[in-house]
């Protein structure tokens, strides 16, 4: 097989893991609509980076890492719920990026960004989006029962002695560097896709919380090999490819919906 290909399924099967598992984590919370945020920031990022002339992947990191920092204190200090802190984050990173696409020299100089090009990652990419995903399941496999317990109830944890705060912001920093690492390979208008999808279509599977993150984990796996696979035979986007790959397994998920 093409050292190219290789590279290409390790990448997506990287972010695939990572996406779905975070994607739990969000679904859980009720606070869906971070992953979309998170990905218009990295986008604003890498607009700001080409026109810097810097390393976009920087660019896309510090914006998602202030995004992720701004989101929790906004909540906290104003006693507004995370999701009406996450939705003028959204407006703000959305109104930004459309006024630097303005000083874009060439707005298709973005497009890459947009929808993902999997076949131009590096090696670095690569290893980063493997590193992210041992992490997240590091983390998820040591912090478990407390992660599970801040999903049920904050305030609940927090009477246990959880740092449920603390908890919290890992969430939406991991939600951020997992954004970042996947906007090259699937794109910045698509990776919320795969962050939800997954998720939802375990959720519709089971109610236990292990087995909805080793659900979701196969869904988002299965979706991108399946993608690759296809854009790579029918000559398609891989990144459009995967997520309606996705999209088309939580359809099938709701005909064997245990919750219906």
Not at 2 to 9: A, G, Q, T, V, W
Not at 86 to 106: D, E, Q, R, T, Y
Not at 111 to 117: A, K, M, V
Not at 215 to 244: E, K, N, Q
């Amino acid at each position: 097989m093409d050292i190219l290909l290789i590279r290409s399924y390790l990448a997506i099967i990287f972010a695939g893991l990572s996406c779905s598992l975070i994607g739990v984590l969000l679904v859980t919370l009720n606070v869906s609509f971070l992953g979309i945020c998170m990905s218009h920031a990295a986008f604003l990022g890498v607009l700001v980076s080409l026109i810097l002339g810097i390393n976009p992947f920087i660019g896309a990191l510090v914006c998602t890492s202030l995004t992720a920092g701004i989101i929790g204190p906004i909540a906290d200090k104003s006693k507004i719920t995370p999701e009406t802190s996450i939705g003028i984050m959204f407006s703000a990173v959305m109104g930004l990026a459309f006024i630097f696409m303005k000083f874009l020299p060439n707005s298709t100089m973005a497009t890459d960004y947009l929808w993902g090009s999997v076949l131009t990652l590096s090696n670095f990419d690569v290893l980063f989006l493997g590193i992210l995903a041992l992490v997240i399941c590091l983390i998820l496999t040591v912090f478990g029962r407390q992660i599970t317990i801040v999903l049920f109830d904050r305030v609940l944890a927090t009477s246990f002695g959880i740092n449920a705060k603390l908890i919290f912001y890992t969430i939406l920093i991991c939600c951020g560097l997992v954004t970042t690492a996947s906007i090259g390979s699937i794109g910045g208008l698509l990776v919320f896709s795969l962050i939800l999808n997954p998720a939802v279509s375990a959720y519709q599977l089971t109610f236990s919380i292990k087995k909805m993150f080793i659900l979701a984990a196969l869904f988002g796996v299965g979706a991108c090999v399946i993608g690759l696979s296809l854009a790579w035979w029918l000559d398609l986007p891989v990144g459009a490819t995967t997520v309606v790959t996705s999209t088309v397994l939580y359809v099938i998920s709701l005909f064997f919906s245990v919750k219906r």
